[in-house]
């Protein structure tokens, strides 16, 4: 099992030699019959002939086009708390990816943790899932969390996020690239909106933006950044997201884009001497947490941090003797943000319509 970074080596081509190519020949010969997939199950629900649901209340899908790690979360985080503090009953509904056994996966915990308020419920069947959250919790308007390809709820809102990092997955569809299904599904997309835009220069936002706007011409647009907040442990404890600059740390994370959470402790000034990956939603084990004692104990360090999912599964506050922290972020937008707060009005004013009633629609 290839690491998140060990996979975008080898598909962006700066794995290079002999062996690398191959994989990649390999890797593009697999691409062949996943994309023809997805573009036959596009097809199924614009033709009308997959069914789709017509939830009796808004719904906003918050989702991308390439694999994990593209700062949807903050995000939902944003809408939820958003849409709460003018007084719409919120809930969010995600399928639960990377969860066992009935129990909640990292988002979850991590939004449960910054909205206590806010219901989220977690179903593989993401239409009973809404309709549960409508139904137990008296839900106004549902967050649909990672549903730019869930297709089977009709939504008011359907919101893609890009990384500015790696925005369009190298050019191919998964498994020879990062895609998760053809560029062109970005027409679907009501707003695009540009994550990280403070990790590259500002002329690669607007070559980004015309690529876009190219592919999705009635899609809106804006900009984000993941702001750090503050560190946090599992005992409540904060402390400014500043007290670490420049002091030597160990980092890990098990999220779809490592290199996304290495650049923000680096511009905050942190000195990474030794930075651990694990997969996207990894599940740590009592053995996982023994070799990162094992680890930092080598290191002359000051703490270890990691991003607020993993630190929400592993539920201790030291590692060994180092101090354990995450780095909570949040998002700022540089633009759109009137525009996104205009069309969250307008759902908001909805929510109390009469004669909005549950029904199956054609399309997407």
Not at 82 to 94: F, K
């Amino acid at each position: 099992m290839w690491h998140p970074s060990e996979f975008r080596d080898l598909i962006s081509g700066r794995r290079g030699g002999p062996g690398a190519a191959t994989l990649r020949l390999a890797l593009s010969l697999a691409e062949v019959p996943y994309t023809l997939a997805v573009r036959w199950r596009n097809h199924r629900y614009e033709t009308g002939r997959a069914r789709v649901h017509r939830l009796p209340v808004p719904v906003i899908s918050v989702g991308n086009i390439t694999l994990g790690g593209t700062g949807k979360t903050p995000l939902v985080e944003w809408i939820g708390r958003w849409l709460s503090q003018r007084g719409v009953r919120v809930g969010i509904v995600s399928r639960g990816y990377g969860a066992r056994g009935g129990a909640r996966n990292d988002e979850a915990l991590e939004l449960q943790e910054r909205l206590p308020g806010v219901p989220h419920v977690q179903n593989p069947d993401r239409v009973e899932g809404a309709r549960a959250a409508i139904r137990d919790f008296g839900c106004e308007a549902i967050v649909l969390d990672d549903a730019f390809q869930h297709r089977r709820i009709a939504r008011d809102l359907d919101l893609c996020v890009l990384d500015a990092l790696e925005p369009f997955g190298y050019g191919h569809v998964f498994p020879r690239g990062a895609l998760r299904e053809p560029p062109e599904g970005l027409r679907r997309a009501d707003a695009v909106i540009l994550s990280r835009a403070d990790d590259v220069p500002p002329d690669q936002h607007e070559t980004i933006r015309q690529t876009v706007a190219g592919l999705a011409p009635r899609a809106a647009w804006a900009e984000v950044v993941h702001a750090p907040q503050a560190l946090c442990n599992t005992r409540g404890q904060r402390a400014a997201a500043a007290s670490l600059a420049d002091s030597p740390v160990a980092a890990f994370c098990g999220v779809g884009n490592p290199a996304g959470f290495r650049k923000t402790l680096e511009k905050l000034g942190y000195q990474v001497i030794a930075f651990r990956e694990f997969a996207d939603h990894y599940r740590y084990t009592k053995a996982d947490v023994a070799s990162l004692i094992a680890w930092t104990h080598r290191l002359d360090i000051a703490a270890v941090v990691c991003t607020s999912k993993d630190l929400v599964k592993l539920g201790i506050d030291r590692l060994g003797s180092r101090p354990l922290w995450s780095v909570t972020v949040a998002v700022n937008f540089l633009a759109g943000r009137e525009m996104l707060e205009r069309k969250l009005i307008a759902l908001a004013s909805r929510r109390l319509s009469p004669g909005r009633a549950e029904s199956d629609a054609a399309g997407g």
